[in-house]
């Protein structure tokens, strides 16, 4: 397995009105150079809700390119291109089923570690036009993924993109989202509600379906 990429491209955005009731969001970002990255968030990058998004364990959003393809092929009147979903980092070659839970990775100079899968909620939906396409990537388990940020820097298109660690207890994002999405797993919902570097938010959805 792969284990070494370079950054294809990086988005950032602000607020803007979106869906039917005019809400801000910042989902719709542009493609950037590079991303000044702190413990709490980018100099480039701004939430409109901070309940929601941002903070310290979902400084960074990472989607993969390959499901693009999957949406276009379902949704083939839906215009889906990199950055539009709301992440702040696309890599061609790492996905939700390759990504695992506690993953530190190095992006450039920055150290960033996995923390737990997007939740989809109906600004997705709101941005393509599409009715339930965020049932659609919670099912599929294609939300992709937040992380927490070990060591500050600069990350720029092109830089290199390495696995430091692995935790071989670990799940990779997809089946984590799934677990949530389905709640019928509950022997999987208890292992992964032990993964230590699990976001508490996830880690009480795990707990709760683990009952």
């Known amino acids: 397995m792969q284990l070494a990429f370079n950054i294809d491209a990086l988005f950032a955005g602000h607020p803007q009105p979106l869906g039917p009731r005019g809400a801000p969001s910042s989902i719709k970002k542009d493609p950037v150079e590079l991303l000044t990255v702190e ?3 980018t100099k480039e990058d701004e939430q409109a809700n901070t309940r929601l998004h941002g903070g310290p364990e979902k400084v960074l959003h990472q989607y993969s ?4 393809y999957t949406l276009k092929m379902h949704f083939p009147e839906g215009t889906f291109l990199a950055g539009s979903i709301g992440e702040n980092i696309s890599v061609e070659g ?3 089923a390759t990504v695992f839970i506690g993953d530190v990775w190095r992006f450039g100079d ?3 570690q996995v923390s737990a899968p997007r939740a989809p909620c109906n600004k997705i939906s709101h941005r393509y036009g599409i009715a339930n396409l965020d049932r659609f990537v919670g099912e599929r388990g294609i939300t992709g993924w937040y992380y927490r940020v070990m060591e500050t820097g600069v990350m720029r298109v092109g830089d290199s993109v390495e696995l430091i660690s692995r935790d071989t207890q670990s799940v990779n994002v997809q089946t984590l989202m799934q677990c949530v999405h389905t709640k019928a797993d ?3 919902a208890k292992q992964l509600a032990s993964l230590d570097a699990l976001d508490d938010e996830w880690r009480l959805k795990c707990e709760k379906i683990a009952r």
């Open 94 to 96: 790492m996905c939700d």
């Open 65 to 68: 390119p390959i499901n693009y």
């Open 39 to 41: 413990k709490d968030g």
């Open 110 to 112: 920055v150290i960033l």
């Open 186 to 188: 509950k022997a999987l």
